[in-house]
């Protein structure tokens, strides 16, 4: 409705009749009101306007400090000051000044900036660094109470300050300035990460943890930082930090921490218990990318079951052929090719006529042939590899020779072998070198190994700590072993140490590993001894000790294990084992068996 007295005034000014008069008043009332809509649009688009100029200066700025051209990036940057962005503006000049080795100018800038914004976090944060970089001490610590005058309730200056004392290596002082901190917000809660750091700069690794546990509750997407500053923990430190991050029945740990724990099982050379832990995670946990980055790094590391274990979790969320392909490859790897049959099978059931012959074919061929089934190999070749080039065909070849090494038919591996040529019978022909005993042929084939089977690793160590060329019995014990005769294999090994006396302790170990498996402990036990006793300079003798002390454990002889483990920990004390040995006897001696 039109106001009353606007008609009045309009109608008296005019001498208008009413009807007119009302007429006038909208018309004038409209105008006013689209004379306001106008004034707040050319506003609002004076301030688009003004936006996208400071962008556009703000861009220039960066081109020209990524281009080198540092003076001109300055005039730049006090632009965007001036267009009243003074915390972009400072970092462009802290960048380029620095780069100048004129910091002192930054101090001028902010000079000017302060009174006018002297809470200004940005700001504030700059006049710390640019003070520590050029060595100003006393200026740094007025310009930190400064701040602390003019934001007394910002936990801003206690991190910053707290942090480039850090950096400088100066923990007592960094110290104080947090426990003054504390005392001023009343509460730690805003300075935990700067506190985990503290910590672990004095060398309080489980503290330092135990904070960052806490920084995780509350800020989840602080677990890349709690892993980066905990990735460094010495060995000596690890089981401290391990006991923080471990959760308990009555507090469990949060996803995150659980991510950050894993992934550290990982980096430190313990995949099994990495693995172990992020299998708890959910995919409610946001837990794929996690399992993702560990499958990777697992292949990365060669921690081939582990990784095959998390692209099978993976597979369970997102299920996609790559993540079985990738999982039946580490499968056999791993040493494992039964498992990875399995997953093939599945992968067959979602592949086209392609996907099967140029990938999954090969990898049930390299399964079955590891374990032995070369014959097996040979039918799934000629029935779905027809099309396979000729490549691809002498690759096959080589594969089921290998097969019928691993089954010990060294007849038939040497006439799998016409059908290969060239460099790929290179390890097939070492494996029947070595099953004849010559050790000098079987150390040339053997160079590159296409799997690191147990069974490799141990061969490859033989021929590479053994000046021998040729080794019988040796090679008659690896024979017995691809026949699946265990006991046969572990005779010869340990008569192959009075034949190879330079690499005695890993072919009796060797034999002692192969009496445990079969739970012929008294045999087992007595090689260890042996080791233990002739071989103490050998790698083999912490081994020898740790793992008699399993078996004792295992036995239910308490005190015998804790005597191995005391024995191993303090005549080799320089070992890997020792750790693991100190908690097994931490263990015992707590009672859990």
Same mark, same amino acid.
């Given at each position: ?233 010495? %060995? ?250 265990? %006991? ?106």
């Amino acid at each position: 409705m039109v106001d009353r007295s606007l008609l009045k005034v309009v109608a008296a000014s005019h001498r208008l009749t009413p009807v007119v008069a009302r007429v006038a008043a909208h018309a004038f009332a409209h105008a006013v009101a689209l004379a306001i809509a106008l004034a707040v649009s050319v506003g609002a688009l004076s301030r688009v306007a003004q936006s996208q100029a400071q962008a556009t200066v703000i861009t220039k700025a960066v081109e020209l400090e990524q281009a080198g051209r540092w003076r001109d990036a300055v005039v730049a940057w006090r632009g965007v000051i001036d267009g009243g962005d003074p915390g972009q503006g400072v970092l462009g000049l802290e960048r380029v000044f620095s780069q100048l080795g004129q910091e002192d100018s930054v101090v001028v800038a902010l000079d000017t900036l302060l009174p006018r914004r002297p809470s200004d976090r940005i700001l504030r944060g700059v006049q710390l660094r640019i003070l520590r970089a050029l060595g100003r001490d006393k200026d740094v610590q007025a310009a930190f109470e400064a701040w602390l005058v003019a934001a007394p309730k910002d936990v801003a200056p206690y991190k910053e300050y707290a942090n480039q004392l850090i950096a400088d290596t100066r923990t007592p002082a960094a110290d104080s300035v947090l426990q003054r901190g504390v005392a001023a917000l009343g509460s730690n809660q805003g300075l935990l990460i700067e506190m985990a750091q503290l910590q672990i700069a004095f060398g309080k690794w489980g503290r330092g943890a135990a904070l960052w546990r806490g920084v995780m509750a509350v800020e989840a997407y602080m677990d890349q930082s709690a892993l980066f500053s905990l990735g460094n923990t010495p %060995a000596s430190e690890r089981d401290s930090v391990r006991m923080a991050l471990a959760g308990t029945i009555t507090a469990p740990a949060d996803a995150s921490t659980r991510k950050v724990h894993g992934q550290l099982e990982l980096q430190w050379g313990n995949p099994r218990e990495g693995w172990r832990i992020l299998a708890t995670l959910t995919i409610a946990d946001s837990a794929f990318d996690t399992w993702s980055d560990f499958a990777s790094e697992a292949e990365r590391t060669q921690a081939w079951l582990p990784a095959r274990d998390a692209l099978m979790k993976m597979q369970t969320a997102r299920p996609a052929i790559g993540n079985l392909l990738r999982a039946a490859s580490a499968s056999v790897s791993g040493g494992d090719p039964a498992a990875a049959l399995v997953i093939l099978t599945a992968a067959r059931g979602k592949a086209d006529a392609t996907a099967i012959r140029t990938q999954i074919l090969p990898l049930e061929v390299r399964a079955l042939t590891n374990l032995g089934r070369a014959a097996d190999a040979q039918s799934l070749v000629t029935r779905d590899g027809s099309l396979a080039d000729a490549i691809t065909q002498r690759q096959f070849a080589k594969q089921i020779a290998w097969g019928w090494v691993r089954a010990g038919e060294v007849d038939k591996a040497r006439k799998a072998l016409a059908g290969a040529s060239g460099d790929d019978d290179e390890e097939v022909s070492g494996w029947i070198a070595l099953f004849d005993g010559d050790l000098k042929l079987a150390r040339l084939g053997l160079r590159r190994p296409a799997d690191a089977t147990p069974d490799v690793v141990t061969a490859m160590a033989m021929l590479g700590r053994t000046r021998a060329d040729s080794g019988r019995v040796a090679g008659a014990a690896f024979l017995a072993l691809a026949r699946g005769d265990t %006991a046969g294999a572990a005779q010869r090994f340990e008569h192959a140490a009075d034949e190879l006396g330079d690499v005695a302790p890993l072919l009796l170990g060797y034999a002692a590993r192969l009496w445990s498996q079969r739970k012929a402990d008294g045999q087992a036990i007595a090689l260890w001894s042996r080791i233990v006793l002739r071989y103490p300079l050998a790698p083999e003798a912490a081994e020898s000790d740790l793992e008699w002390a399993r078996t004792l454990r295992r036995k239910g002889d308490a005190p015998a294990a804790a005597e191995r483990l005391e024995h191993l920990i303090l005549s080799f004390p320089n070992s890997a084992l020792v750790p693991q040995a100190r908690r097994e006897l931490e263990l015992l001696r707590s009672g859990v068996v």
